[in-house]
């Protein structure tokens, strides 16, 4: 296998990589390294520490390549490792998703209100469970489409839409709660 | 509250506080901090990928195993036969793989054919694990090849494609950094070519290249050489190539040579309307250099302040990564990496036009 998989499926780049080939691996990160970072960040709540889970879970995942069989579930295999990295990262940290702590990071516009208005939203992401967090940090950490998301989350296209639709519903619910309603966000 | 999907609002909402843009893969630098993974991955010889549970199955059946006998028992004869009749050479089996061995620059590797490969500082090259294959997988930097002729294909890897070569020699410069005015990440394999044919090929395409040719590879892009794109005017081509060498040498005075002089100095004059398409600059910088140039009484002397501004120091390496022809085939735009060092990288997007009788470039 040559250098032509590098624009091919999961399974033959992984294919290509198990037998050795560091190019198509690197395709693989070039492919899957954001989304991890996005489903990182959704355990943990914090982007630095999610950049820094994402290179461990692609070293791990290096280490590991030959033992996965199923090369299709290449996304979900990874989404798993993240998951577990990301564990034992809080469990070191011995908290469980915090809020995301970083405000230098979000478009405030310089507006105190606005500040507000978004730690709101990240609140209620928060109080999501886990599952539908997952959902919508991907969703909208960088625009991931539809199909990406599926492959990580090992989800139908359909059961995305669906829980996405659901996951709205309930932060539109929460922060409705929390007086930030439609009505806030015309303005 | 009606349903979720009407509201644009709370997608903008999640958007705005979840939105992150400026993560950035960045595999050599993943690489370079895991280096016992990727030991892991391209050290070891493939295992076999039949699940086991079929395996175990294949060989449970009696029959399986007495024919697996008798086989294991004829290679063992064989083996044995081949082994007295042959010399130690004409025993090596092809798959035979070896430790794969990094050099870094700057030095100079000598591989068993003859072959040599030159490394700049900060240039990084591994060897094929697998005996016999000629080549080596380009990891970073630039590095100058020279393939020892008659022995077969060569064939160097890297991320962005793979160089194949028959007795050549070439360059290659593998690009990573980020533009010093937009941050932009900028990564590519420049590859010339100083003597012979050089293949460099990827999954978007393939470019052939000869004696002082080269070629730009960007990720998940062709190998593009504006030189052999046809889509080109050969005049055009020939102001772009005068462009780059004005660049390499350092030679000001090339470099305005491709400018039309006479054009600048009518519009300075008021002689002739701004058109965007002829000046690169905006209607503002237009009258900016009317009141600039207010002194100036000829094109020569036009062309002597214009240098004066000119800052080009020393050599400097551009890569042509695409060109552009608008519709009509009168106006084309490239975008071009150049690199003043090794940590100082610009891209930019000159642009020539046709007018006046030729081909002139209208912005840097």
Redesign the interface.
Known sequence: M???????SDAALV?A????R??S???L??RY??PI?ALA?AQLGD?HSA?DAA?EV???A??D??SL?DRDKFGAWLGGICRNVTKQMLRVKTRTAPLPSEPE???TDGQPE?KE???A??RA?WELPAAEREL??M?????FSQARISQVLDLTPAAVNGRL?RA??R???L??RDGF??ES??A | MGRVNDHKWLDQALNKAIHSDDTQPDFEKWKASHPEAVEMLTSRTPQTQRPPVIRRMIMNATLVKLAAAAVIVVAVVLGITQLTRNSPEGTMPTTQTVAQETFTGPTTHTFADGSTVQLAQGASIRTYAQVGKRGFEHIAGQIDVTVAKGKGEFIVTTPYGEVKALGTQFKMEMVDGTDANTKEQVKLLAVEVAEGVVEVRNAKGVQTLRKMQNAVVAMDSAPYDFNQDEKLPAELRGRIAAMVKAFETGDKAAWAANFNMGYVYRLAKGEVQYDPSLFGGSAEDAERLKQTVAQVSSPEQMRQLFLGTINITGPVEVYVRSVELSPDGNHARAECITRRSENHIVVTKPQWHNFDGGWWQIDD
């Open positions: 040559r250098i032509e998989s590098l624009e091919h294919e990589a198990q037998q050795g560091l190019d691996f690197g395709a990160y070039q390294h954001n970072v960040y982007r950049e290179q692609f070293a791990v290096c280490r390549l030959r069989r990071e979000v478009a606005q208005q978004w730690d939203v990240r992401v919508i940090v969703r909208y950490f960088n625009g639709t709205k519903r932060i539109a619910e922060l409705e309603g439609s966000w015309d």
